[in-house]
Structures are given as structure tokens and as C-alpha cells.
């Protein structure tokens, strides 16, 4: 069973969230506390700004200083109840007898068109379905539905629709009916997945909660026709405990006080008696430092990303698309070139699939992986990619190889990719070029290391590296890292300082042989 940690860090305002699966860094997101935030989820009170008829689509404003887009067809079948209520409710009337009282309109034509709908300067209540991604403003829907862990509430709605991973008749029997019972009126829902085998008192009391939140926004709206933020979707970290708890999170490891109340609270309601896996971090030592999270950070976000010996991707973005070249590096194997670039490609394959997640890529993804010719081996290839994506929530779709060996990825975009600078200014040139983060600089000697001692059979090495770099390698006796590494891997390894070098400047050379076998210099 996968063992999988949430590890959240708190400070100045802003949340970082890192989510691991046995130790591997697999998701990272960040929020900040800032109003000007806008995620998905959130709904707004905005106002028509300009109608587009040739598109069949309007700019709407909330706020924003790019305008957010809302076409015909993300109005919504039950968009009338809406806009009625949006326009007639005002603070002289009693709403939960005026929302009960609203009648569901009939469904908006498939055909129809934007501007018999909408007009410039209207209020319009709207949910944020996409965030803004570089020029573009957020893309909206006039649909609301508020999401729960086991059940999504939708309002002016009389329909209950249920998952259809929950097999058993008797099952989807019961939650229909349960459901049913418990809804207000003009009230629908979506019983997701996980509603599955839970008690009564669990689901009334979640969809309690949905409705509290939907009718705080009602006297928002009754006041004011101003553009406003009605509420906000839950923040990420509830967000992500919400989609992705169950018997597999061990640990949740929080390091601020308000916080852990807030996500405590939050798992006692949604999946009562595992809020004990959580848990208020407050040792001295960093979070992210503690858990291993900085490092994985350092050597997963960089344009190069180091994979198994000696092999790496070249990450690059572009307003388009997303390009992944797949590069067998120093790896040399006897097992003739066919065997070899099946092997690479699936090292590279498990790291794509991880960093799609990590960096929450979307539109359109191009791999170069390396070329093979064996069929049998590009049908591998492709199979083993369609598993390793099957744990991603977002949707995705996934072709084969082309005959040149690239495979194209699409995957849902909804918020902006997740760029994080991994550089650190050159001590040596102070700042006018860059160098590869040193956090992570004796984790790729150690791969050169293991490459030439198991891969390659050679025994005796020699390491020319900075003198602080042999510092670090050589401190201790006998528990020094080279030590460590000489046991680990049954090699002779020496280190030598040369103070020409700068600090991420390395040379390996084959000690029996004398022959210079890689630098940092190639």
C-alpha cells in the first residue's frame, strides 16, 4: 500500500504544500492568504462588461485586471433560476423562503444565443473554472456547485446523480434515497466515490455544511450588486485532503497552530477518527527541511532533471505547449542500443508522469523519447505511460508513439504550471550567469559514482573537486560521505581539493587506468 504524507508550511501569509508517496515528492502547490487571488472553485458576483457575439461569449468582470471569459454553453441549463435570483433578491425579503419559492426554469437551448441572455453592465453570479494563465483571464462558469468530499451540492437543481465507480446496485439504491430525503428544495447533488458505504449522519451533516456555505452569499448579494467575492472555494490544503484522503495518507504534518485546528476540524467532518494522523510540527528545524521536501524541490523544478544513472530530462515551456526531451546522458550499457532505449524510456516515463503531477502541466505536452524501432517495445512503452498516468486526477489523454518517437500528452489546465527558479547566483562570477542549485550537487555525484562502480565495473576513482565540496565529503573519520559511498557501492574512492575549482565544478577520472572519464567541464 502506498504510504503517502502531506507536509504543509505556513509563514508570512502564504501556504506551501507538498505531498509525498512513499518519500517521493509527487504534488506541490502554494496559496497566499492575498484577495487578489483567484482560484478555481471561487465564486464571484460580477458584472457584463462587453458580449461577443461572434464567439458566442462574454467578458465579464470580477475584479480582475485581465476580464474573465464566459461562453454560451457554461451558462448553465438552470440559468434562468440563477439570473432570477440574482436580479429579485434584495434585503427586505426573506431568502430562504424567496430561494424555496424560485421555480426551475426550463433548460437554456443548446443553440441559443449569448446576447438573448446576457447584456452589458448585467449582474451575474459566476464560478472560476480555469485561473488566469498569462494573458488570458479566468474562464468561468454561471453553473454553482460546491464541492464536499463525499457530495457536490447543486443549487436550483432536483436531479441526484451518482458516481458511476460505485458498482453496486444496492448501494447506489441507498445513497438515492438517503439523499433524496435530506435535500431541501431546489437543492440537487452529485454523490461522488468516496460517498461510498458512508453512514447517514456523515453525508447529512457534510451537505449541511455545502448549504450553510451557498446561503452565506445570499445577504452578499442582497446588499450589494457590486462585484464582489461571494466565497471561496475550500483553501488548497482542505481542497487537497478533500479529493485525496483515504486509508493511505499516513500523516498529516502541519506547522502552524491555526491551521492544524482548521484541517483537524475539517477531517473530523468528512472522515471522522482519522484526524488523529494529523499533526502540529513544531520542532526548530525547518518543515520542508525535516521531511526531505528542499532538496526534492532543488533537484525535481530545474530545467535539467536528473533520473536514474546518469539520465535526465530537458523540461522546457513554451505559451503553446510543453516540450520533453528524453536523454540517456552517460549511460552506456552492453545490452545492445534497442534494449537500452527501452529501458531509458521507462525511467523517463515514471519521472514525466511524476512531474506532470509536480508542476500541474497542462494543454498540450510533446516527450522525445529516445528511438525504437521493436513495436512490441513502443506498445510497452505506451501501456506502461497510460498506467503510471491512471493516478492523476486530472483528466489527460494520452496518443501513441509517431514513428519518430514523440508522444503527445493532453492534459486538463486549469491554473497556471508550477515554475520554481532551482538557480543560485555563481559565486565566481557573482550573478552574471547561473549555476545548478548546490542542495542537490552531491546527489548527482553520487549517480556518476554508482554509474561507474556497478555500471561500469571500475573500482578505483578519483574525484577532483572545490575545496569546500571536499570538506563536505571528507568530514568525519570514519562517517564521512565518501566512506559512506565506498562501503555502499565496494569501490576506493579519493577525493582531492583543487582550489581552481568553483563550487559545483567536479572531474572523475579511472584510477587504474588514469583515463579522465567526466567533468563538469564536458
Known sequence: MDDKKLIVDVSKGSAALALLENGRLIEYDRESDSNKQYCVGDVYLGRVKKLLPSLNAAFVDIGDEKEAFIHYLDLGINFKSFDFFTKQLNASKNYNAFFGKVELSDPLEKEGKISEYLHVGQPIMVQIVKEPISTKGSRLTAEISIAGRNIVLMPFSNKVSISQKIASRAERTRLSRLIYSILPQNYGAIIRTAAEGKKAAILDAELKGLIRKWESSWEKVAKSKDIQLLFRENSRTTTLIRDLLNDSFTDIQINDANTFEEVCSYVSTISPGQETIVHHYTQKENIFDHFDVTRQIKGSFGRVVSMKKGTYLVIDHTEAMHVIDVNSGTRLK?????????????????????????????????????????????????????????????????????????????????????????????PVCHGTGKISSTLVFDEMLERDLAFYAQDKGIKKLLLEVNPVMAAYLTKGMLSSIRRRWCRKYSCSLKVVAESGFAINQYQWQNLSTREMLSSSFD
Open 334 to 426: 552492453n545490452d545492445g542500443q534497442e534494449d537500452n532505449a527501452l529501458e531509458v524510456n521507462m525511467f523517463a516515463a515514471d519521472e514525466i508522469a511524476r512531474q506532470l503531477r509536480l508542476r500541474d502541466m497542462g494543454g498540450i505536452v510533446i516527450v522525445d523519447f529516445i528511438d525504437m524501432e521493436d513495436n512490441e517495445h513502443r506498445n510497452k512503452l505506451f501501456q506502461y505511460m497510460k498506467d503510471l498516468m491512471e493516478s492523476d486526477r486530472a483528466k489527460h489523454t494520452i496518443l501513441p508513439l509517431t514513428k519518430f518517437g514523440l508522444m503527445q500528452i493532453t492534459r486538463q489546465r486549469v491554473r497556471p504550471v508550477t515554475e520554481i527558479d532551482t538557480e543560485e547566483t555563481c
